[in-house]
Nanobody
C-alpha cells in the first residue's frame, strides 16, 4: 500500500483545511485508516482513525468536535476536515493504513503534509 497526503498549507487561526490521503492497493477498503501528526520538537501523536466501513471513527480529545475523519472507498481516499484551527494544531500530518490495537499501531505510512496555523 502506498499513501500520499495532500492539502496542507498555511491558514489563520479559526480557519479550516481539508487533508486528503490517496491510497493505492485493492485492500484499501479493508483497512482501518488513521491520521497522526508531529509538531516540532514533539513526538508523533494520534489524531483520528476510521474503520473500513466508515461506521466507526475515533479522535483525540484535542481535536474532537473540530476535526472530522471520513473515507471514500470508491476513491481509495481518506479525508481529515479540520475546522476551528488553532496555532497548536501546527504540525506535519501523516496518514496511515492498516491500523490496529488500542495504541493504533499502523503498518503503512505516507509522507507528511505540513499544516501551519498562524495566530
Amino acid at each position: 500500500v502506498q499513501l500520499q497526503a495532500f492539502g496542507g498549507g498555511l491558514v489563520q487561526a479559526g480557519g479550516s483545511l481539508r487533508l486528503a490521503c490517496a491510497a493505492s492497493g485493492r485492500t484499501f477498503r479493508s483497512y482501518t485508516m488513521g491520521w497522526f501528526r508531529q509538531a516540532p520538537g514533539k513526538e508523533r501523536e494520534f489524531v483520528a482513525a476510521i474503520r473500513w466501513s466508515g461506521g466507526s471513527t475515533y479522535s483525540a480529545d484535542s481535536v474532537r468536535g473540530r476535526f472530522t475523519i471520513s473515507r471514500d472507498n470508491a476513491k481509495n481516499t481518506v479525508y481529515l476536515q479540520m475546522n476551528s484551527l488553532k496555532p497548536e494544531d501546527t504540525a506535519v500530518y501523516y496518514c496511515a493504513a492498516d491500523c490496529y490495537g488500542t495504541r493504533m499501531e499502523c503498518n503503512y505510512w505516507g509522507q507528511g503534509t505540513l499544516v501551519t496555523v498562524s495566530s
